[in-house]
Nanobody, 127 residues
Framework: QVQLVESGGGLVQAGDSLRLSCAAS????????MGWFRQAPGKERDLVAA????????SYADSVKGRFTISRDNAKNTVYLQMNSLKPEDTAVYYC????????????????????WGQGTQVTVSS
């Protein structure tokens, strides 16, 4: 069992930055690829960014490339999402997720197949 707790969300203005954190507890964190997803009201849960268990490989949604950065610190059992140049369309509930994998470089870009999810943190960007 893995417990995931997100933090760092809030209300900001367009152009501001936020850093989300997701702290994991339970099983060995380094055995899990991690992802950040977001869900706006009335919309599906979509990938924001994903990172391999080693941290050496990442993937991003086109809408956030160049603005967001995913990273992880396996010693602290934490994955981060640095969000810069925020836009009103980034407003959503942001979730982190963990997927057990034996492949050190794999990232997983769809919500299906992730083993564990956090409770989500709200990010609201005003114009």
């Amino acid at each position: 069992q893995v417990q995931l707790v997100e933090s760092g969300g809030g209300l900001v203005q367009a152009g501001d930055s936020l850093r989300l954190s997701c702290a994991a507890s339970g099983r060995t964190f380094s055995g899990y690829a991690m992802g950040w997803f977001r869900q706006a009201p009335g919309k599906e849960r979509d990938l924001v960014a994903a990172i391999s268990r080693s941290g050496g490989s990442t993937s991003y949604a086109d809408s956030v490339k160049g603005r967001f950065t995913i990273s992880r610190d396996n010693a602290k059992n934490t994955v981060y999402l640095q969000m810069n140049s925020l836009k009103p369309e980034d407003t959503a509930v942001y979730y982190c997720a963990a997927k057990y994998t034996v492949y050190s470089s794999s990232r997983y870009i769809t919500p299906v197949g992730y083993d564990y999810w956090g409770q989500g943190t709200q990010v609201t960007v005003s114009s």
